[in-house]
């Protein structure tokens, strides 16, 4: 029998898991979303066909794993409200909330309890996410096995070994859609500014970006060569990629993702004192 999951939260994260569960065909009737009001859990129900509840610890008295989907700074009241309901019964605890580390995760929910943290993207909302995952002591393989199931049903699922890797986590792939949200821009402008019009640089930019990933993953080749395979000796791409190169470019991302890095440890140091 499929593993009973409670979502605690109903918003975007949690609703993007659940649509990527049920269509690879976990059982909707094992699935159960929570959310203060039930004005907003009506179209949640109707359009997933899962049960739902204004009743955290309710929700939660049946599950046997619960997904903390609440935003971070909410997450203390949450958690300590759910405490006798999940010291009763042990499940398994993923977090998808940015920055809070599972230690303290797990001291607001009573303590001794498995808890994955998950550090997810934006892409996960069409499917096509990339999540870094780390599980403390107390996860056995098969929770492991049932938190990978959970999260590669809106995109990739990455394990780290040590929770400080989350932070770096952050910078390749939680930040990053935003860096190429910001080359969309950049493209967008600069095609603008040598003629074309705005929507047909956008969707040309953006289309690249689509195939270039999709080469990327399905070749056996390094991303070096295949940037190689696009050079002429003389050509075009060879002068835009000097230019990018002079500039600077591998520092600047270097300098940005340290930033980030820097800033998820900081984040989960204040969020952790809380
Ligand atoms: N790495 C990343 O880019 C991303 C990380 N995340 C993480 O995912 C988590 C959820 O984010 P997201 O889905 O975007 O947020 P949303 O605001 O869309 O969803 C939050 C949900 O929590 C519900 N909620 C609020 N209070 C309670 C409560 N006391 N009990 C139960 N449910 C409650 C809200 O209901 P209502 O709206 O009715 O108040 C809403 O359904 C966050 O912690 C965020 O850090 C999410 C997206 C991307
Ligand atoms: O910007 C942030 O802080 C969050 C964490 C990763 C993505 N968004």
Redesign the pocket.
Known sequence: MASQVTF?????????IIGGMIDSGYPRDAIT?????E???TP?RERLGIQTS?D?ARAVASADVVV?????Q??R??CE?LRDAVQARKPLII??????PAETLDAWLGGELAVVRC????P??VGAGA?GLYANARVSDDQRGLATELLEAVGLVEWVEEEALLEAV?AV???A?AYFFLMFEAMEEAGTKLGLPADTARRLAMQTAFGAARMAMDSDKAPGELKRNVMSPGGTTERAIEHLEDAGLRRIMAEAMTACAERAREMAEELGKR
Do not use: D, F, R, Y
């Open positions: 605690i939260g109903a918003g975007n994260m949690a609703s993007a979303a929570t959310a203060p009001h004005e907003a859990l949640v204004t955290n903390l989907a609440v935003k971070p909410i997450m009241e949450v409200k977090s998808v909330a940015a920055g809070l550090m997810p993207n934006t996960s909302l999540a952050t792939s939680g930040s859609p």
